[in-house]
Nanobody
Framework: QVQLVESGGGLVQAGGSLRLSCAAS????????MGWFRQPPGKEREFVAT????????AYADSVKGRFSISRDNAKNTVYLQMNNLKPEDTAVYYC???????????????????WGQGTQVTVSS
């Protein structure tokens, strides 16, 4: 099982940007499709973005499309989430997740992912 550690969260004003990183260790990173999820205060965990093993395919929640970008560097065992034009409703704990797969696609559901990081807090002030 891969171990995941997120970083890059913090407090930012509305309209600002943050880049989250998720460093993987303990297994071959390129075997994993990756995802970012978030859990706003008092709400369920929700899908944000996902990327296939090769980085060739990505998908986004409608709420972040056009503002967030997911990418990965398999040489550095890291997946990123670039967040631009942040809004107060983006406030949440952000988690990265990994799913081992031999396929070339991506995954959208939390239950698809077997490994999770501890989360990093993102707070957007108005």
């Amino acid at each position: 099982q891969v171990q995941l550690v997120e970083s890059g969260g913090g407090l930012v004003q509305a309209g600002g940007s943050l880049r989250l990183s998720c460093a993987a260790s303990g297994d071959t990173f390129s075997l994993y499709a990756m995802g970012w999820f978030r859990q706003p205060p008092g709400k369920e965990r929700e899908f944000v973005a996902t990327i296939a093993r090769s980085g060739g395919s990505t998908a986004y929640a409608d709420s972040v499309k056009g503002r967030f970008s997911i990418s990965r560097d398999n040489a550095k065992n890291t997946v990123y989430l670039q967040m631009n034009n942040l809004k107060p409703e983006d406030t949440a704990v952000y988690y990265c997740a990994a799913k081992i797969t031999l396929g070339s696609g991506y995954y959208l559901r939390p239950q698809d992912f077997g490994s999770w990081g501890q989360g990093t807090q993102v707070t957007v002030s108005s």
